[in-house]
């Protein structure tokens, strides 16, 4: 059985197998420029976070309806299910569904029509957090919240996601300012690709209370000090840092010494389909690679419990 944990780190977009993505081109008429799902698999190859984007955005060109976004999470929450979830905190990218045409609530309405249901049908309880696209103006990232406001009640939190470097925090100030005054709950993509600065940026000017991925954190002795002080969670995706090629194998991972730290560290997959896999997946990878000890997978599984969202009494029905 494994370890019952929460997923606060996945792109719901980034669950998207290249079976329903092929599927649904097809229902669309969506064209895909690759012959099959293999032909396809084969693209999985790349060099950093904005090679992986790049194919990101080309496919999710397939999620058009309703039906479709309720399909893709219905493909995800046995999965997740399957893995050990009893809680995932989901983040979904609405500017990239707008663009092509697909409306707010086409998008909100379709992922809730599955997980509105998703303690029912397979236990797991779910919230969603709007990201925005950092690559994308400070305007558009308003705009974006404000044709969200008919469906507050559906979307626990907002993020920020999408290209790092270049993109400081600060940029978005004023959304997150609206989004806090709103009642949203703040987090936000740091220090993946991008400087320790933008760590501090994020606490500092956004407010956040995750910081998702953090890996480099460590450059910065004092800022870890910090993030221990005040117990900020971090989100890390070990098989994404090596796919996008943040750590150069998993073995040199610095999730051990961010433990040995005192860093209140969580393990996800950020986008499953494309990094080969699933949370539990993560686990037992960071669990073989790094010689990670019982003790430490229980405090891993038992941190993400705490850096949730969850009300304390759920929290602890969910463990
Ligand atoms: C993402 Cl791995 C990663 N980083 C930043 N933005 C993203 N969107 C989807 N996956
Ligand atoms: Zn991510």
Known sequence: MPLPKAELHLHI???????????????NGVPLPYAHTDELRKAYQ????QSFLNLYYELMAVLRTEQDFED????????AAAQGVRHAEIFFDPQAHIARGVAMGTVVEGLWRALGRSTENHGVSTQLIMCFLRDESAESA??????????????IGIGLDSAEVGHPPAKFREVYEAAAALGLRRVAHAGEEGPPEYITEALDVLGVERIDHGLRCMEDDALVERLVRERVPLTLCPLSNVRLRAVDVLAEHPLPAMLDAGLLCTVNSD?????????????????????????????LA????????????????AR
């Open 46 to 49: 790349f060099d950093d976070l």
């Open 302 to 317: 038992r941190n993400s419990f705490v850096a949730s969202f969850l009300e304390h009494d759920e929290e602890r029905r």
């Open 13 to 27: 977009e980034g669950t998207l197998e290249p079976e329903l993505a092929f599927a649904l081109a097809a229902r």
């Open 72 to 79: 893709l999470a219905n493909a995800y929450l046995p999965r």
């Open 142 to 155: 308003l705009e974006t919240l404000e044709a969200a406001k008919p469906y507050l009640d559906r979307i």
């Open 271 to 299: 986008d499953p389909a494309y990094f080969g896999g699933y949370v539990a997946d993560n686990f037992h990878a960071v669990r073989d690679a790094l010689g990670l000890d019982q003790e430490r997978m229980r405090e």
